[in-house]
């Protein structure tokens, strides 16, 4: 057999084994294999895909993994409207619900009762066992084509199981986020002094909306499915169309009960009042549906939704108490967060004594005031905010509230930049609460890696051993003897490890540093376009937002950073202390070539010539001059030679673009 058709068998076999995998881990959550073993196939399996571009699919698991190309969305008809749903808050209405439907349907039917899943609907089309496109809602009548996107979905199939699927349908259902990469993701972007999303629907939404697929694949989104709409489905039944689709591969909840009478919705609806605090994503209610199609198609529509369902929605749980006072925090940032003082009160299971008031328009848009009865709501986000006052409760010798104009912790005036909510305090290198965010960190494990407690650094910092983040590597085993939680060892380790991180690489120093919008991603792009510190704080905001990912805001605050005298005395010291302040010679080094002959024709857009050959190298390959029977494969750039080119197809050698070979090296 030729090694073309042993590739061939081999990247169908490795769709496949990746497939199965995928469905194990991301639908069953029973994964067969680790994650190592799994990155392995998925390696290889990319690795063979470029040698092979002949055999792309675009339905090929390695294309989770998202791409760079910025797009517009396209609008797109929807083939079947995605309707709304009536919906309802009492349980009085839903009986109605149910005497109508009992007036028009006079047969027996049951209800499929399905959780309301709180994130964003999409409409998915498959072919022949395919995905074909997602389109999001919309208007209802047509939606943004996200596809792209949604295929780093891991959850969602990009080939159906089984052969018993219509050969054309859509499928729907909703997009979200569960609570603990919402988390995650918001902790990363505080930590990046990002704004963090105020919901899981609101980071589901915006993520959708991202133009590069890339950065989507890396959020953790997930998608169940609640409907069917295409010809010639398995069942007339709803109930059991959906639980076909969890045989072709969806992810179909298992809380869905199908019920014989309204009395037995409501034990649904009350068992989940109750019980979906402990689901890991959020809900807002119940659907409630007709299960068989024959009946919702005499029940019918009405201009907007369908007579056949209706959404049961839970109240956002609200309490009312007293504000007692406000306190100010202030983030590593500068960020000020007013927080309000509450008298204890029960809700949704705990008792809370503190709210979020988010920001001064806030409280001055709901004429928040000391003393007043406020209500509190506890929404997606973790932290209860305050909604509302009670205004009827109001004592009469009340005040409007003032907001402050100095920072609580330093006393500095506080300032409003643009488009920010917040009041930010500017004296970045003279508040407390600043300081110590800033030294936690860049000790931090994405940063330099120090491994210290947060405790500890308060502790030095109140100890006066560290004012800033360069005085770390000023720190002697003599001066932490003595410390709470040091003894001799642990004095030493620390020491040791400050002297480690002095090895950390480029990228995760510009972390460290904190500067205000670049996070982990983008330090990482900065050191790969500007290779140094020195170039970096040379880059005027044009040269940086010449660089994609890097935008208006990001540029004027790395400006801003190495404008400031006392910034650019701190990185000199780091500098001296021996910090790497320059990318390593040969960032993108790998072994993805190993083994590998490879030839280069034409003239290339991004890199030179030289530079080709040297990352081919870099790589591991061998760049060779002629075509031979061993070359594997040539990367063409403009104007190839035609004499190449003829040997080249003579022989069946792969061609690959330039684009194509720096996506093969990961430099794309
Ligand atoms: S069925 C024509 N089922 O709720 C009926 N919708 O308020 C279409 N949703 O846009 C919807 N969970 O995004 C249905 N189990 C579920 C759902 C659900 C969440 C969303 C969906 C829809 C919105 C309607």
Redesign the pocket.
């Known amino acids: 057999m030729s090694e073309n058709s042993d590739s061939k068998e081999r990247i169908i076999q490795l769709r496949e084994l990746l497939n199965y995998h995928n469905y194990r881990y991301y639908v069953l959550s029973e994964p067969e294999i680790s994650d190592f073993e799994y990155d392995m196939l998925m390696k290889e399996l990319v690795v063979l895909e470029e040698l092979h571009p002949e055999l792309y699919d675009e339905n090929s698991p390695s294309q989770r993994v998202g791409n760079d190309i910025n797009k517009e969305f396209k609008q797109v008809t929807h083939k079947y409207p995605?309707?709304?749903?009536s919906?309802t808050y009492s349980l009085e209405e839903l009986r109605d619900f149910e005497i109508r439907n009992k007036k028009i349907v006079d047969e027996k039917y049951s209800y499929a009762c399905?959780?309301?899943?709180d994130g964003v609907?999409i409409s998915i089309s498959y072919k022949k066992g395919m995905f074909i496109r997602a389109v999001t809602?919309g208007d209802g009548e047509k939606g943004d084509d996200v596809t792209h996107n949604v295929k780093t979905i891991r959850s969602i199939p990009l080939k159906l199981h089984g052969n018993d699927f219509p050969p054309e349908f859509e499928i729907?259902g909703?997009i979200l986020l569960p609570h603990e990469g919402f988390k995650r993701m918001n902790d990363e972007r505080i930590d990046a002094g990002e704004v963090p999303f105020a919901n899981p629907r609101n980071a589901a939404s915006g993520t959708l909306k991202m133009q590069n697929s890339a950065l989507v694949a890396k959020r953790p989104l997930d998608c169940f499915f609640?409907?069917l709409s295409g010809e010639n489905l398995p069942f007339t039944s709803h109930y059991k169309n959906l639980n076909k689709c969890k045989e072709w591969g969806f992810k179909i909840s298992p809380h869905i009960r199908l019920c014989k009478s309204i009395d037995e919705v409501f034990g649904f609806i009350r068992y989940w009042e109750e019980e979906r605090i402990n689901l890991p994503f959020d809900i807002d209610g119940i659907?409630i549906k007709i299960d068989s199609y024959e009946h919702q198609k005499s029940l019918g529509f009405t201009a907007k939704?369908?007579r056949w369902?209706t959404?049961f929605k839970f109240k956002a749980e609200q309490a009312e108490t007293k504000l007692i006072s406000v306190d100010f925090q202030v983030g590593r940032t500068g960020a000020v967060t007013p927080v309000a003082n509450l008298t204890p009160v029960q809700l949704a299971g705990t008792t809370v004594k503190r709210a979020s008031l988010h920001n001064a328009d806030q409280i001055a848009l709901h004429d928040i005031r000391i003393n007043d009865s406020v209500f509190i709501e506890k929404g997606g986000e973790i932290i209860p905010k305050v909604v509302g006052v009670n205004k009827s409760k109001r004592p009469t010798d009340s005040q409007p509230f003032e907001y402050i104009d100095n920072c609580p912790e330093c006393g500095t005036r506080l300032v409003r930049y643009e488009g920010e909510a917040k009041h930010y305090c500017p004296n970045e290198s003279g508040c407390p609460p600043q300081i110590k965010g800033k030294l936690i960190h860049f000790v931090s494990r994405k940063a330099m890696d120090i491994g210290l407690a947060d405790a500890t650094v308060n502790q030095l910092y109140e100890q006066g051993l560290l004012k800033n983040i360069a005085d770390f590597y000023l720190l002697k085993k003599e001066q932490l003897i003595g410390l709470d939680r040091f003894a001799e060892k642990s004095a030493e380790n620390l020491v040791a490890s400050i002297e480690n991180s002095k090895k950390v690489p480029f990228q995760s120093v510009l972390y460290a540093l904190g500067i205000r919008y670049v996070g982990e991603t983008v330090a990482k792009v900065l050191a790969k376009e500007f290779r140094s510190i020195e170039k970096l704080r040379n880059a005027s905001v044009e040269q940086l937002t010449g660089v994609h990912e890097i935008g208006e805001r990001i540029a004027h605050s790395i400006v801003e950073f190495f404008s400031s005298d006392e910034n650019a005395a701190l990185v000199n010291r780091l500098t001296e202390f021996g910090l790497q302040m320059e990318a390593e010679q040969t960032i993108p080094q790998g072994d993805i070539l190993a083994g590998k002959s490879v030839i280069i024709s034409g003239v290339f857009k991004k890199y030179s010539r030289e530079e080709i050959k040297q990352l081919i190298e870099e790589n591991g390959g061998k760049n060779v001059s002629s075509i031979s029977s061993k070359t594997d494969f040539l990367v063409a750039g403009e104007n190839i030679g035609p004499s190449k080119l003829e040997k080249a197809n003579i022989i069946g050698l792969s061609i690959i673009s330039e684009d194509e070979f720096l996506n093969m090296i990961g430099l794309l």
Do not use: C
């Not at 399905?114 to 899943?117: D, G, N, P, T």
């Open positions: 995605m309707l709304s749903l919906n399905e959780l309301k899943y609907s809602r729907r909703e609640y409907g659907v939704s369908p369902a959404a």
